[in-house]
């Protein structure tokens, strides 16, 4: 459940929104799980949907950028900024 076969690997918002879906959805797994954290943890519906993003992540998302430029250090966290953003954010999600 946690890295599902067919998830984009080179957009991040593309990831963010598969995610969103899968864990909305009516999934038999997601369903499973959710019964069986029911009680124990507060937003699990988040959490998963927030552990599914991070398990989607990969070298794919940052080769585009990588690949045409050379920068380093600021320059360079303004260019992958993109990505960082939604992944500090579903990292957020874990650490409330």
């Given amino acids: 459940m ?4 067919g998830f984009a690997t080179d957009d991040i918002v593309a990831i963010c929104a598969e995610s969103e879906t ?5 999934n038999p797994d997601v369903s ?8 124990y943890v ?8 927030a552990i599914t993003v991070l398990s989607c992540l990969s070298v794919k ?7 045409r430029s050379d920068a380093i250090g600021t320059v360079m966290r303004k260019k992958i900024k993109h990505i960082t953003d ?3 954010a ?3 999600v874990l650490r409330s």
Wanted: glycine residues 2%.
């Fill in 86 to 88: 939604p992944v500090l």
């Fill in 61 to 67: 998302l940052v080769n585009p950028v990588f690949s």
């Fill in 90 to 92: 579903e990292l957020q």
């Fill in 22 to 26: 899968l864990c909305c959805s009516d």
């Fill in 2 to 5: 946690v890295l599902p076969d």
């Fill in 42 to 49: 507060d937003n699990a519906k988040s959490y998963l949907c």
């Fill in 32 to 39: 499973q799980v959710l019964e069986a954290l029911d009680g």
